[in-house]
C-alpha cells in the first residue's frame, strides 16, 4: 500500500498535489472558522431570541478573514496581526452602522481606507490587512444596513470570530512542522512518479508524443514542487523533524534529486537520437541507476541502509561502463550524456549519505554544532543608498484612491440600490497588481469567472431553492473552493465567488433573479475597466518596465551566483550554492509572473523583445542549475596558478558583462560593451590536464560558464551592445 503510487501514475499525481497541503490547510481552516463563528453566534442569538442573523454574518466574516488575510512572516507577529484584524473590523462596523444613512460620508470612509490599506503597508504588511478587514466591515455594514443600537451583538460576534480565527491558526493547526513534512512527502512522490516515466521511456524504444509531454508536464511540476519546499524549510522544523539534518543539507538534496530528473529528461532524449540506448547494458544500468535511487526512502525513520548501497553499486556500475567507453579510440556517441547522468547522480547519492550520516549521529555532536551556530557573528547588513523614487505602496494608494473614486461615482449611476460593488470589485482587482499588464490579467480573470459563476450559481440557486439545509451546505462547499482554487486559478476563484453570492441572495433575500445576477455581473466589468483604465493612466507602471525590474533582480542574482562558483576553485573552502539557485529559480518566476500578460500573444516567445529575453533568461537560469549540478563539490580541486589567472579573467569579464546588461535593461546605458569569453575557453581547452592526468575536468566544470556568457551576448545585441572579442579570437 505504502508504494501504490510508484505503480500508479495517477494515484502518484493525486497523492503529490498541494505540496505540503498548504492550500487545503488554509481553505479548510478558513471555513471551518467561519462555520464555528457562524453556528455559535446563532446559538447565542436563538437563546437570546435575538430578531436577525446579521451578527452571525460579520462573526462568520471575522472567522474567515483572521485565517485569509494575516500575511506576517513569523508566527507571534500573525498571531497580533490576527487580534487587530477584529479591531479592525470592530471600528468598521461602528463606523458604518453609525454613518449608515449618510452615504458621502462612507463613500469618503470607504475610499480613505483603501487608499490607507495599500499606503501603510510600505511600513507593515499588517497595515494592508487591517485595512481590508476594514474596508469589508464598513461595507457589509452599509449594504446590510446594520442598526447602530444593536452594536453590542455584532460586538459579541467579532470576538466570537476572532477567537475562533486564533484557536483554528494557532491552536488546533499550527502545524509548520507538518506542512514541512508533507510538502517533502509529495516532492518524493512526484520525483519517484517522475522516475517511473523514465523508466517507462528507457524499457519502450519507441516513445510516444504523448508520453512525452507528460513526462514534461512532470518534471515542470517537479520544479516548482522543488521550489515550493525550500522555502519551506527552516531549521527550527527540522530539529522537530529530523534531529540532526541542516537545512543547506537538505536544500542540496532536494536541488539534486530536481536537477538528476531534468537531466535524466534531456540526456535519454538526446541519447535516443544518437541511438545510444540500443545497447542492453547502458538501458540495464540506467534503469538499475533510476530505480535503486527511487526507492531509497532517504528520510524515512525506518530507513534501511541497504537502498543507497544498492544505489551506491548502481553508479559504480555506471562509472565502470564510462571507464570502459572513454578508454576506446573510437568515443561512441552519447558518452558525454552518460558521463553528465553519473555524475549529478553520484551527488544525489552523496547528498543522500550526508542526511543519514546527520541523522545518525550523536545527540552531544549535533547540540555541539547547534552551539557553534549559534556563536557566529551575524553579518551586517550593507548600507544601501536610499531610493528617492515613488514607492510601489504609494503609487497603488493614489491609484486606489482614483480608482476609488471613480467607482463610486460610476456605482452610483448604473447600480444606485448596490453601488458599492463596483468599489469591491476595483480594490479586489488593484490587489497584487502593480503593472498594467498583471491588472489586465486580473481583471479579465474575474470578469470571464463572474459571468460563468453567475450563469452556473443562478442555476444552482434556482434548483435548491426552498432547501435552506441543503442551500447552507452548498454555500459552505463553494467557499471552501473558491478558497482552495483562489492560488491556482483566479478565473475558478471569481466563478466560485459568485456563486457563493447567488445561493446566499436566494437564502438571505427570499430569491434571485436575472436581473439582480445581471446588475452583478455589470458592476464587475465596470470595476475591472476601472481598475485597468487607472492602472495604464495615473502614475502608470508598464509591464515592460515591471518586468525589466525583475530581470535586473535575477541578472543580480545570477551575477554573485556565477562569481561564487568560479571563485570555489580558488579557494580551498567549497561554496554552498543550492540557495542561491533557488533563489534564482523563484526570480526567473516573477518575471514570468509579470510578463503573463505579453507572453499569452501568439509568438510572442519567438519574436524579438520581452518574450525573446524570457526564453533566453529561461536558458540561462537552466544552464546556472547544471553548472551546480554537473560541479565537483570537493574542496581544493589543486588548480594550477595558469589556469586560476584564467578563472580570475572570467570572472572579471562575465559579472562586468552582467552589469552592462542590467544597466541597459533598465536604460542607464544606451551603448555598451561585452565581452566575448571565446579566448579565455580556448586557453583552458588547451592546458587543461588531460582525464588520464587527473581527475579535475575543468573544461567539464566550466561547459555551462561558456553558454550563460553567450545567453548575455544574445540579450545584449538585441538591446545594442557591442560584442567585443579578444585579440586573436575570430568573430
Not at 453609525?98 to 463613500?107: G, I, Q, Y
Not at 529530523?242 to 531534468?262: A, H, K, N
Amino acid at each position: 500500500m505504502k508504494h501504490l503510487h510508484r505503480q500508479h501514475v495517477w494515484l502518484g499525481r493525486f497523492l503529490a498535489s498541494d505540496p505540503g497541503r498548504k492550500r487545503f490547510q488554509q481553505a479548510g481552516k478558513a471555513t471551518i472558522s467561519l462555520i464555528s463563528a457562524v453556528f455559535t453566534t446563532l446559538f447565542l442569538l436563538n437563546i437570546w431570541d435575538y430578531p436577525t442573523i446579521t451578527p452571525a454574518i460579520v462573526a462568520g466574516l471575522v472567522g474567515m478573514l483572521g485565517v485569509m488575510i494575516v500575511m506576517d512572516d513569523t508566527e507571534a507577529k500573525k498571531k497580533v496581526t490576527t487580534i487587530l484584524i477584529g479591531v479592525s473590523v470592530t471600528l468598521g462596523i461602528t463606523i458604518g452602522s453609525l454613518l449608515a444613512h449618510h452615504s458621502l460620508l462612507v463613500n469618503g470612509m470607504m475610499v480613505l481606507v483603501i487608499f490607507s490599506a495599500f499606503y501603510f503597508s510600505r511600513f507593515a504588511i499588517r497595515y494592508f490587512s487591517m485595512g481590508m478587514a476594514g474596508f469589508m466591515a464598513i461595507y457589509m455594514s452599509f449594504i446590510l444596513q446594520l442598526d447602530a443600537a444593536h452594536l453590542m451583538w455584532f460586538y459579541i460576534g467579532i470576538v466570537i470570530g476572532a477567537v475562533y480565527a486564533y484557536v483554528y491558526s494557532f491552536v488546533l493547526f499550527r502545524g509548520s512542522v507538518h506542512v514541512l513534512r508533507r510538502s517533502m512527502r509529495s516532492f518524493h512522490i512526484q520525483s519517484n512518479l517522475t522516475f517511473t516515466i523514465l523508466i517507462k521511456m528507457i524499457e519502450d524504444p519507441g516513445t510516444s508524443g504523448k508520453r512525452r509531454k507528460i513526462l514534461y508536464r512532470n518534471v515542470n511540476r517537479l520544479n516548482d514542487y522543488a521550489r515550493i519546499v525550500s522555502s519551506e524549510i527552516n531549521d527550527e522544523d527540522l530539529k522537530k523533524l529530523w534531529p540532526g539534518i541542516e537545512s543547506s543539507q537538505l536544500r542540496l538534496y532536494v536541488f539534486d534529486t530536481e536537477m538528476l530528473v531534468q537531466t535524466l529528461t534531456e540526456s535519454l532524449r538526446k541519447l535516443k537520437e544518437l541511438d545510444a540506448l540500443e545497447s542492453i547494458e547502458v538501458r540495464r544500468l540506467l534503469i538499475w541507476v533510476i530505480r535503486s535511487l527511487r526507492d531509497a526512502d532517504v528520510l524515512a525513520h525506518n530507513y534501511e541502509p541497504h537502498n543507497l548501497e544498492e544505489a551506491e553499486k548502481a553508479i559504480q556500475g555506471l562509472r565502470m561502463l564510462l571507464t570502459e567507453l572513454l578508454n576506446q579510440e573510437d568515443k561512441p556517441k552519447g558518452v558525454y550524456l552518460l558521463r553528465r547522468i553519473e555524475s549529478i547522480a553520484n551527488h544525489v547519492l552523496e547528498a543522500a549519505l550526508t542526511i543519514q550520516e546527520s541523522l545518525k549521529a550523536p545527540r552531544s555532536e549535533m547540540k555541539a554544532a547547534e552551539e557553534a551556530a549559534e556563536e557566529k557573528p551575524e553579518e551586517k547588513e550593507e548600507e544601501t543608498d536610499k531610493d528617492r523614487s515613488l514607492k510601489p505602496q504609494t503609487r497603488k494608494g493614489i491609484q486606489a484612491l482614483v480608482a476609488g473614486t471613480l467607482a463610486i461615482i460610476v456605482g452610483e449611476i448604473i447600480s444606485p440600490t448596490q453601488p458599492y460593488w463596483v468599489l469591491l470589485t476595483t480594490f479586489i482587482i488593484q490587489i497584487g497588481t502593480e503593472s498594467v499588464g498583471r491588472t489586465y490579467m486580473k481583471g479579465f480573470q474575474r470578469s470571464v469567472g463572474t459571468v460563468i459563476g453567475a450563469i452556473i450559481g443562478f442555476g444552482a440557486a434556482r434548483l435548491v431553492s426552498g432547501q435552506s439545509e441543503l442551500e447552507v451546505f452548498l454555500l459552505f462547499l463553494v467557499l471552501f473552493l473558491a478558497l482552495y482554487l483562489f492560488s491556482v486559478s483566479y478565473t475558478m476563484m471569481s466563478l466560485f465567488i459568485t456563486m457563493l453570492i447567488a445561493l446566499m441572495y436566494d437564502l438571505l433575500l427570499g430569491g434571485i433573479s436575472v436581473q439582480l445576477m445581471g446588475a452583478r455581473v455589470l458592476d464587475t466589468i465596470a470595476g475591472a475597466v476601472i481598475a485597468l483604465s487607472v492602472s495604464a493612466f495615473v502614475l502608470p507602471k508598464k509591464t515592460r518596465d515591471k518586468v525589466g525590474d525583475s530581470l535586473d533582480e535575477f541578472f543580480d542574482e545570477l551575477e554573485s551566483y556565477v562569481s561564487s562558483y568560479l571563485k570555489s576553485f580558488m579557494k580551498s573552502e567549497s561554496t554552498p550554492l543550492a540557495d542561491q539557485a533557488f533563489d534564482l529559480d523563484q526570480k526567473l518566476q516573477a518575471v514570468r509572473d509579470e510578463a503573463a500578460s505579453i507572453l499569452q500573444r501568439p509568438g510572442a516567445l519567438t519574436r524579438s523583445g520581452i518574450g525573446r529575453w524570457i526564453t533566453v533568461t529561461t536558458a540561462i537560469n537552466y544552464y546556472a542549475k547544471h553548472l551546480l549540478a554537473s560541479s565537483n563539490r570537493k574542496a581544493d580541486p589543486k588548480v594550477t596558478e595558469q589556469i586560476t589567472a584564467i578563472l580570475e579573467e572570467t570572472e572579471k569579464k562575465l559579472t562586468g558583462n552582467i552589469e552592462t546588461l542590467r544597466a541597459m535593461l533598465k536604460g542607464t546605458e544606451s551603448k555598451g560593451q561585452l565581452m566575448s569569453l571565446n579566448g579565455e575557453r580556448a586557453a583552458i581547452e588547451k592546458i587543461a590536464p588531460s582525464r588520464l592526468q587527473s581527475q579535475f575536468d575543468i573544461i567539464h566544470h566550466l561547459y555551462y560558464v561558456w553558454r550563460i556568457n553567450q545567453s548575455i551576448l544574445a540579450i545584449g545585441k538585441d538591446v545594442g551592445a557591442e560584442v567585443i572579442e579578444a585579440k586573436g579570437e575570430n568573430g
